[in-house]
């Protein structure tokens, strides 16, 4: 291993670190609608959370001078929120909330292999080419490219380019052991409730 992969190995974060302290994998179980709803935003904000804490982790000298300038790398960066995002995303493929866990793992088992930086300008790109992968390999029934494209704004051929490109980066490799689903899942579950409850009191706080 040369320094700079050396450095940027022990310095690049993932979500997995946090994850790997989850015991407890009783999922939650959707027994109502409005179960299930909520159970989904607490993931989509967990994950938002944990992906926005590594940016800002990585938002140093010595993780900067690493960033790729690639096909996702966006300049300016896109203005809407990772949360908004996702929320976005969720709405133009219909995509089961499943299958976003699964497609956050992919990119957080990309970057850890590959040492790949996150940041600002690449995030958006990526989340939505890994959760295009996670949709059809792991679901039935999924919506077109040339649908989410004009739902998103950008052009079909850039869709289908970050598709291959992501696949590329994850070596072909999209399947996910069980037991690794439950602990991101369970994760994501217990940290988006947590976050949601910090929010919530931090508004009565200003309300009063």
């Given at each position: ?8 190995t ?8 946090g994850v ?13 609608k409005?179960k ?11 994950a938002a959370?944990?992906?926005?804490e590594?940016i800002s ?16 790398y ?11 995002f ?7 493929t ?7 866990v699964?497609g ?8 850890e ?7 600002y ?33 950008v ?42 409850i ?8 200003i309300?009063?």
């Open positions: 291993m040369d320094k700079s992969t050396k450095e940027i022990e310095t690049n974060l993932s979500i997995k670190e790997s302290k989850v015991s407890h994998l009783t999922a939650p179980e959707f027994t109502t409005n299930e709803k909520q159970i989904n935003s607490y993931i989509i904000t967990a959370k944990q992906l926005e590594i982790e990585n938002m140093n000298d010595k993780n900067i001078k690493y960033i790729k300038k690639d096909l996702f966006l300049n300016p960066p896109p203005k809407i929120s990772i949360q908004e996702l929320k976005g995303i969720m709405r133009s219909e995509i089961d909330i499943s299958s976003l699964c956050v793992i992919y990119l957080d088992r990309m970057c292999k590959k040492n790949y930086v996150l940041c300008n690449n995030i958006h790109l990526l989340l939505l080419a890994s959760l295009i992968l996670s949709m059809k390999f792991n679901e039935d029934f999924f919506v077109t490219n040339l649908n989410i494209a004009q739902f998103h704004g052009h079909v051929n850039l869709v289908n380019q970050i598709e291959y490109e992501f696949y590329l980066l994850v070596d072909f490799n999209l399947f996910i052991e069980e037991s690794l689903f439950k602990k991101y899942y369970v994760y994501f579950y217990k940290m988006g409730k947590k976050y949601e910090q929010e919530k009191k931090e508004k009565e706080k309300q009063k």
